[in-house]
T-cell receptor, first 113, second 113 residues
Framework: GENVEQHPSTLSVQEGDSAVIKCTYSDSASNYFPWYKQELGKRPQLIIDIRSNVGEKKDQRIAVTLNKTAKHFSLHITETQPEDSAVYFCAASIGSGTYKYIFGTGTRLKVLA | EAGVTQFPSHSVIEKGQTVTLRCDPISGHDNLYWYRRVMGKEIKFLLHFVKESKQDESGMPNNRFLAERTGGTYSTLKVQPAELEDSGVYFC???????????FGQGTRLTVV
């Protein structure tokens, strides 16, 4: 069946450094890739997303890249801050034209002050 | 605008008991999704409602799980009888159409002992 692999499972970086989280997906029909951030005790919140017709998208300190050929996409956070500490989930749409997602297993990011 | 709300936030029940989780989507959102995260693993799709109709329930683990969405508003997810492996965090999400961002609730942490 379809699946999404996410690495690493935990990531510690010094404040100000960059963090990169990588995901690969299996369904070649997937065309929408959101990233969710979940802070402790709170709901997962969409932080950035990318569609399959775009290779890169940036929003301030956050960027996502997509390689459709290789079926992988990555989240890049630059100039990390303590408030970036959270669990990050990547997801891929199941098939095209749908917002039913397959999620990765999550990455716990810890930004050390 | 109120977000997706879920009740209860936590539930601890004994194996064999029944539990009902509730989700109130954002007002006007026709699409409602249930997901589940078992400890340390990915967030897995359970089912999708469009208004009161089940569009896709392919992720429901077995017939101990029953989801309803009366009148196309709030939804309930009943587990009867609960088993130890049902423990996890149950997320609900909603979106206005099937082609827009899904907004998540804060989740219900279910512990079966």
């Amino acid at each position: 069946g379809e699946n999404v692999e996410q690495h690493p499972s935990t990531l510690s970086v010094q404040e100000g450094d960059s963090a990169v989280i990588k995901c690969t997906y299996s369904d070649s029909a997937s065309n929408y890739f959101p990233w969710y951030k979940q802070e402790l005790g709170k709901r997962p919140q969409l932080i950035i997303d990318i569609r399959s017709n775009v290779g890169e998208k940036k929003d301030q300190r956050i960027a996502v890249t997509l390689n459709k050929t290789a079926k992988h996409f990555s989240l890049h956070i630059t100039e990390t801050q303590p408030e970036d500490s959270a669990v990050y989930f990547c997801a891929a749409s199941i098939g095209s034209g749908t917002y039913k997602y397959i999620f990765g297993t999550g990455t716990r990011l810890k930004v050390l002050a | 605008e109120a977000g997706v709300t879920q009740f209860p936030s936590h539930s601890v029940i004994e194996k064999g008991q029944t539990v009902t989780l509730r989700c109130d989507p954002i007002s006007g959102h026709d699409n409602l999704y249930w997901y589940r995260r078992v400890m340390g693993k990915e967030i897995k799709f359970l089912l999708h409602f469009v208004k009161e109709s089940k569009q896709d329930e392919s992720g429901m683990p077995n017939n101990r799980f029953l989801a309803e969405r009366t009148g196309g508003t709030y939804s309930t997810l009943k587990v009867q009888p609960a088993e130890l492996e049902d423990s996890g965090v149950y997320f609900c999400a909603s979106s206005p159409t099937g082609y827009t961002e899904a907004f998540f609730g804060q989740g219900t942490r279910l512990t079966v002992v």
